[in-house]
């Protein structure tokens, strides 16, 4: 006889993220897990909710954990902004397998961001300026760029020209999408020559590079905004340190690629910690100040 009898279907047998909704017995449920987080950068243990009321920053030591694209948007904008561009899906141009199905990759990733592929476009204010916003998203698959990606962010290059509102991009990404090769790499080339049109329009292109901004994305669209900003501690660069390390046969110097080296070789602006990421733009953009014709 056992000590403790559970009659069937008392409780939920698993609990995946479906079977958080609308399910009584879930509701019930005291959930302890991810209360706590460890910080990567000081080891300590968080508490989750002081470090989502401090825009995903540790308290203690000021690491600056990754944000997604919604969060982005939402700490950026003012309230009412509107998601544009959306509803873009990867075809699967190469039909590409590696240890699963690219298929199943896309919608594994679709799932469990809620996003269609790695970038959300936006349109609202940010303090006084109306702009347009594009965040992308670094958890589904690795914020690489394919088509879509490069689609969605050449479509907002094109509406801050046609509407002549700056425009920000918020850069996270492992660089292009190898799934779609070739695909992904022409991305590089179709962005970069949209913003050229935007900078003969005289529209401001500000690029935000959070942790990490790396391959095809930093070597386009990432490096040509009239003003390239990143956020402290955060992984920049195109090839990685490895590759770089046997290429040119010398040890790299301590910090290599962090956004505070970048700065001090000229290759950033400003690093700009994210409590002052949104202050920091609406003076860069004071500053700015598009006119209404070219
Ligand atoms: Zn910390």
Request: charged letters at 25%.
């Amino acid at each position: 006889m056992s000590w403790f009898k559970r009659e069937d279907g008392e409780f939920p047998a698993s609990g995946g993220p479906g079977a958080e909704n609308g399910s009584d017995a879930a509701a019930k449920t005291v959930r302890t897990e991810g209360l706590w987080i460890k910080c990567l950068g000081c080891r300590q243990t968080i508490f989750k909710a002081d470090l989502d009321a401090n825009l995903n920053v540790c308290p203690k030591c000021q690491h600056h954990f990754k944000l997604g694209a919604r969060q982005r948007i939402e700490k950026l904008l003012e309230p009412g902004y509107e998601l544009v561009d959306g509803g873009l899906r990867s075809t699967d141009p190469l039909n590409f397998v590696d240890v699963k199905p690219y298929k199943n990759r896309l919608s594994d990733a679709r799932e469990a961001t809620g996003l269609d592929d790695a970038i959300l476009n936006a349109v609202g204010l940010l303090g006084p300026h109306p702009v347009i916003l594009s965040a992308m998203e670094y958890s589904f698959i690795g914020g690489s760029m394919g088509a879509v990606v490069g689609e969605t962010i050449a479509r907002a290059v094109d509406r801050a020209r046609l509407d002549r509102k700056p425009l920000i991009v918020v850069a996270a990404s492992g660089g292009a999408r190898m799934m779609e090769g070739v695909v992904s790499l022409m991305q590089m080339a179709k962005i970069s020559t949209a913003l050229a049109q935007l900078d003969d329009a005289r529209v401001p292109y500000i690029c935000v590079l959070t942790d990490p901004t790396t391959g095809g994305v930093t070597a386009s669209f990432a490096m040509l905004g009239d003003l390239n900003i990143a956020e402290p501690g955060a992984l920049i660069g195109f090839a990685g340190p490895r590759v770089i390390e046997q290429t040119i046969r010398q040890k790299l110097p301590e910090g290599f690629q962090r956004a505070e080296f970048l700065l001090e070789k000229g290759f950033l602006d400003a690093v700009v910690p994210r409590r002052n990421l949104k202050s920091y733009l609406i003076r860069a953009l004071d500053f700015m100040k598009v006119s209404e014709v070219a």
